[in-house]
């Protein structure tokens, strides 16, 4: 079998404990819970190597042999699979991508969350990426959200709002015209923002955003059109 060695590069992630899915994640890993007969991860791996993501690694925890095992057994894949381990612990989105750092340190590199089913152009988003000069690109959409992301006209992260709360953090308290919209867990990452993050092994992402757009720019890619649903809760296997 001959590896797809010259794509770009991607993570899952795929440590969480899926507690929101119980009882379906009782004795599997969120991973490997199915829709429409194949497991999430399987739905995400052929989705990114169909769009020139041929070399992954995937973060484990929580039923990790089970996923090493189902991804070995798939051969099928003809591309680069690695593991990142959080044995003793796990390090939320943040500390997650930075362990994984020996893998993704050379290059722009896509990060999108084992649990999300979209049909978002990834290519054309890690063009965008690239085009805009960003640090980081946050995939965004339309749609009823607990928390919003603020971008302003030019398409940059400048706040972010709980919309249960009101709690409100800004990048530039000055800043007015705002326009609140959905995170879809899916981003592009320049592999500089390792040498920006927190020094310690676990911590959110969001928090390490809102941060890093006071001196960075943090460009919001929307894909209003695409279909996004988020299958790391119940209600989605109505």
Do not use: C
């Amino acid at each position: 079998m001959v590896l797809q060695a010259h794509g770009h590069k991607a993570m899952i992630l795929a440590a969480g404990l899926g507690t929101r899915l119980m009882p379906m994640t009782e004795n599997k890993p969120k991973a490997l819970v199915e829709l429409d007969g194949v497991p999430l991860l399987e739905h995400v791996i052929l989705k990114l190597r169909s769009q020139g993501f041929t070399r992954i690694i995937i973060n484990v925890h929580h039923h990790a042999e089970m996923i090493m095992e189902y991804v070995s057994s798939r051969e099928k894949y003809g591309i680069q699979i690695e593991f990142s381990h959080e044995k003793e612990e796990l390090l939320d989105t943040g500390g997650g991508i930075a362990k994984a750092s020996w893998f993704l340190n050379d290059e722009a590199f896509l990060v999108y969350n084992v649990d999300v089913n979209s049909n978002i152009d990834l290519d054309a988003m890690y063009r965008a990426h690239l085009s805009h000069g960003a640090i980081a690109t946050l995939a965004v959409k339309e749609r009823v959200t607990s928390r919003s992301l603020l971008m302003n006209r030019e398409g940059f992260l400048k706040g972010w709002r709980d919309n249960r709360s009101g709690k409100t953090i800004m990048v530039d308290p000055e800043m007015v015209d705002l326009f609140p919209i959905a995170f879809s867990a899916i981003q592009v990452l320049d592999p500089k923002v390792f040498s920006l993050f927190p020094t310690q092994l676990s911590f959110p992402l969001m928090p390490f955003y809102m941060e890093l757009a006071k001196t960075h720019p943090v460009y919001l890619h929307r894909h209003d059109r695409d279909t996004w649903t988020d299958m790391g809760k119940l209600e989605s296997y109505a």
